[in-house]
C-alpha cells in the first residue's frame, strides 16, 4: 500500500432520502451550510428497488433552495424516459444502474448528450468488469456498499477489493473519474472505503443522525477520508 494522496478530492455527499421530507428544504439549507459538496437524491421506482422515494418533481421543488449541485442516483428499470426530466429537475450528475440498463453504453451517451455528468452504478453482487467497456462514457463510478433500496444498512467491508479494482481500473484510463461508495458510509467505515480506492462518499443515516450536526459531521467524515488517503 502506496501513501501517495488520493486522486481525486474527496467529497462528502448527503443523501436525504434520510431526511424528514416535512422538512426537506431545511436540511438542504442545512447540508449547504454544513460544508457539503453537492446533494445525493436516490430515485426509486418500486421495480428496481422494492421501494419508493421522490421524482423529478420534488427534486425541481429544491432546486431554488440551494446553490449546492445535484446528482441523482436512479434505481430504476430502463430509465432513459426520466433522464431529461432529471435533467429540468437540476440534476448535473445522473447515475444510472450496470443492471438496470439494457443498452448502458446508449443510456451513458444519452445522459451526455443532455449536458451533464454520467455515472454508472454497480450492486453488491456486479462485479467490477460490468464497467471495463463504458469508462470512456463516465465522470464516476458508484460502487455500492448495500443492497439498494434503504438507508440504514450495514456496510459491506467485502465490497473493499471491487473498489481497489475499480480504483486500477479507473488509473489505468487515465480519465478523472471519481469513484463513489454508497451504504453504511460512517466514520467507522469511511476510512476503509478511502484507503480502498473511493474517493467520493454517499452518507445517509450518519450524516443526519450526528448528533453534532451536519457541519460536525461533514468535517469529520472529510478529515477521516482524507487521513485515510493511502491506497
Ligand atoms: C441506498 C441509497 C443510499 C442510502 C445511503 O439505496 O442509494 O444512498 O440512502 O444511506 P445510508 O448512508 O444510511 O446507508
Ligand atoms: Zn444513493
Redesign the pocket.
Known sequence: MSSSPLPRPVEILP?V??ADYARLGEACIGLEAGGVDRI?W?V?DGNF?PNLSFGADIIRSLRPVVGLPFEA?L?VVEPTWILESMVAAGCERITVHAEACTHLHRTLGRIAELGVAAGVALNPGTPAEAVADVLDLVDLVLV?T?N??????S?LASMEPKIARVRSMIDASGRDIDLEV?????PATIAAAATAGANAF??????FRDPEGFTHATADLRSRAEAAGAR
Do not use: C, N
Request: charged content about 5%; overall charge negative; proline content about 3%.
Open positions: 443523501s432520502l434520510t445525493h436516490d426509486m428497488v442516483h434505481m455500492m448495500v439498494p433500496g434503504f438507508g440504514g444498512q456496510y454508497d451504504g453504511g458510509i460512517a454517499v452518507v445517509g443515516s450518519a450524516m
